[in-house]
């Protein structure tokens, strides 16, 4: 979409900070065509807040000779003495010569080389930023940032100098870091106290002594000093957590306050029944402590939104089918939502099990059930015949009635949409109460921000009986110690896993890779002795369930599969999970497959195989998972290794909305923000007070670009 740029009508209603990017002086059509698509920037408000994602210490060089670790990150000044295209088509790159006094580098670009070619000159000094790698011996910095020292930079009174993110598209228009800067100096120059009005009340901004927005604004993109930077930074990443945690504890308190919920009045029969004589286990302290919040929670008249926290095989399952009781003993009903068939009928077959001496009718709906068997369903559901529906997707549909749905557990929330839980919510003539089970662990500052409007409740101890599960790394030069561990495993009677990465990106090849992996195990584990399972994408429903059931019923001794095993599948018998090539699995995700052993009373091995070439971030992904078997110390190094971005959910929560905070890194900012938004709602819980008027304005500026889910626990 490209803006028809004319004179800007000044008497118009539109604020500074909405004005359409075009018009910024040295901007135009065109590159505003092209800030649009590359980094979503419309208005001088987004340039505004495209900050900057490093800085450069004019001051601070290191050498050539200093180059001596592979992906480190250096910055070198001197000059360039010589430039030439070399390769063949795909091989094509421009590689440039660029020497010091201590020695010479070789700078490569794959892309864009043609026009870095006509842009750099020969015996010209440049700052060049980027991370070192090593080729045969010698170390080359690939696309490394590179800026021309020119005397306004040497004049400049601050060491330090913005960088920001660019692309080859902008490159191509002049708009790389040193054009973005130049625009931005243009936008700052134009920046006043009418136009940057304050966004904090007084008292917050004297509580933690922070800087005003506009001095906030202009030292961010052009800091006269490291302190004042900081100090920007802090004042910034502040405010964004501020007024997130704010929208979350005012939701929070809305539904405490206004949301009616359906009252369990009672613990009844049929709960009383089950925990007295048909419990599978003893409960540990953890869950007795969640059940009992659940119960003041469902018996206040208010609605429950409640997220339960628990490691793998914590024992959430059962504590949301206590819940689950309660709500009948009341005469209600209650649904089960997962995410994928397999769990959702993993769920039921468990639930199933457990409640049968009860007399309780345990139904099943997902996407494969036939249409007969869903119109008796949809019967029973309506006339309350059913006490507990479990299933996927299928669940929301608007043909699914229910008499009276009071409950709701929604397993692995992650995978749920906003929009989808709101449909739950109109399912009666009130919402149900609901509760979040998540798979693994969240971080602390992920669950306060993704969830920071619900109640939490974390299962901290794992059921007596569950032995710490032995993790191991070995490379492929121990493959044969792999198959004879594997071998003295099964003639013990265990069963084992094995499980390959299918990712979309390279699904052929990693097809083929899970091919050869079973072609190899059918000659290391001969048949009729040995019988091996397949599980993978490609097989139609019957067919994996076929493979299943052989694996269950101990018919098939080793499972290969991809990660269709990842959630659900509850088999005691198997006590060896084999990951192959385990540097290409998250650690949440390598977690979650781990727990899918050690379901039983044998000792259970996981088993990481890995190449040998291995990054620093895959080898801290192995040895954490070698450490540990603590899933909340997991979840936090894999927010440090990954950013909240590439964590599961984060894409409808809102959390991508954070331009300047990071919730790897600000939980110290981020627990002061949500202290200091808690405070003011306890003296102002309805922000009504002349100073919090600024900050419900701020609410609804905020709130005005997007469609508000927030009453959606």
């Known amino acids: 979409m490209c803006i028809k740029f004319t004179q800007l009508n000044t008497s118009s209603n539109i604020s500074f900070l909405d004005i359409p990017i075009g018009y910024l002086k040295g ?84 892309q864009g080389y043609k026009w870095m070619a006509e842009k750099l000159r020969l015996h010209t000094e440049y700052i060049v930023y980027g991370r070192a790698s090593s080729f045969k011996g010698r170390f080359n910095m690939a696309h490394p940032d590179i800026e021309l020292v020119t005397p306004e930079m040497l004049a400049a009174q601050s060491a330090f100098q913005a960088v920001y993110h660019s692309g080859e598209k902008l490159k191509f228009k002049g708009l790389d870091s040193e054009g973005i800067r130049k625009s931005m100096r243009v936008l700052v120059s134009h920046l006043n106290e009418q136009n940057i009005p304050e966004t904090l009340t007084r008292t917050v901004i004297d509580d933690f002594k922070l800087l005003s927005k506009l ?20 004042r910034l990443k502040f405010e964004e957590l501020f007024f997130v945690q704010l929208k979350l504890l005012r939701s929070n308190l809305v539904r405490h306050q206004v949301v009616q919920g359906f009252v369990f009045g009672k613990v009844g029969d049929v709960f009383n029944n089950f925990y007295n004589h048909h419990l599978p286990f003893q409960l540990t302290n953890a869950q007795k402590r969640v059940v009992k919040e659940i119960r003041a929670d469902t018996g206040s008249g208010k609605q429950m939104s409640r997220l339960v926290q628990g490691d793998v095989g914590s024992g959430k399952t059962l504590v949301a089918l206590l819940s689950m009781l309660l709500a009948i003993d009341n005469g209600y009903q209650s649904c089960l939502m997962a995410p994928t068939e397999i769990l959702a009928k993993q769920h039921f077959e468990t639930i199933s099990q457990l409640v049968e001496p009860l007399g309780i009718k345990v139904a099943l709906l997902t996407g494969s059930s036939k249409t007969k068997a869903r119109k008796v369903l949809h019967h029973d559901l309506e006339n309350g015949a059913i006490d507990i529906l479990i299933g996927t997707h299928a ?42 089970m998540t798979a693994t662990p969240i971080p602390r500052t992920l669950a306060m921000t993704l969830y ?43 069963q084992v896993y094995i499980v390959y990465p299918l990712i979309q990106e390279s699904e052929k090849m990693d097809f083929q890779n899970l091919q050869n992996g079973y072609d190899a195990l059918l000659n290391d584990f001969p048949a009729p002795q040995y019988q091996i399972s397949i599980v993978h994408g490609k097989l139609t ?13 101990n018919e098939t001794q080793i499972m290969v599969a991809t990660t269709v095993i990842e959630v659900g599948v509850n ?74 971005g590439d964590l599961d959910g984060t894409q409808q929560s809102g959390v991508m909305d954070l331009k300047i905070a990071d919730l790897a890194q ?16 306890n003296e102002d819980p309805n922000l009504t007070s002349t100073e919090n008027q600024l900050l419900v304005q701020q609410l609804y500026n905020q709130e005005k670009s997007r469609t508000s889910w927030s009453k959606i626990g």
Request: charged residues 30%.
């Open 27 to 110: 901007i135009g059509p065109q590159r505003a065509e092209t800030l649009q698509k590359e980094l979503g920037i419309f208005t001088y408000k987004d340039l505004l807040t495209h900050y900057p994602f490093r800085y450069v210490d004019r001051t601070q060089f290191q050498s050539v000779k200093d180059v001596t670790e592979d992906s480190a990150y250096y910055q070198l000044r001197g000059t360039l003495e010589s430039l030439e295209v070399i390769g063949e088509k795909r091989t094509k790159r421009l590689v440039a010569r660029f020497k010091d006094n201590s020695g010479i580098l070789e700078l490569v670009w794959f």
């Open 215 to 234: 001095e906030s604004l202009k030292q961010i993109h052009f800091p006269d000093s490291k302190i004042l930077l900081e100090k920007a930074r802090f």
């Open 395 to 436: 669940l929301i549909e608007d043909i699914v009635v229910f008499k009276n749905l009071g409950f709701v557990v929604i397993d692995e929330q992650h995978r749920f949409g906003v929009a989808q839980r709101a449909k739950l919510h109109a399912k009666n003539r009130q919402p149900p109460h609901i509760l979040i």
């Open 452 to 494: 920071g409007d619900l109640d939490t409740s974390v299962i901290d101890e794992l059921p007596p009986g569950r032995k710490p599960i032995t993790t191991m790394h070995f490379m492929e030069n121990q493959r044969l110690r792999l198959i004879g561990f594997m071998k003295e495993q099964i003639a013990l009677g265990r």
């Open 541 to 553: 429903s019957v067919q994996k369930e076929f493979e299943m059931q052989r694996f269950i019923k």
């Open 571 to 644: 088999i005691p018998n198997a006590s060896v999970m084999v990951i192959e090539s385990a540097e290409r699995f998250g650690l949440s995700q390598l977690h979650q497959l781990r727990g899918r052993v050690g379901r039983g009373a044998d000792k259970s091995y996981c088993i990481l195989m890995t190449s040998y070439k291995m990054g620093a971030d895959s080898k801290l992904r192995m040895e954490t998972m070698v450490r540990t078997n603590d899933g909340f110390e997991i979840s936090e190094v894999d927010l440090k290794l990954r950013g909240p």
């Open 666 to 681: 600000d939980g110290q900012i981020l627990q002061l923000a949500r202290s200091s938004a808690q405070a003011i709602l």
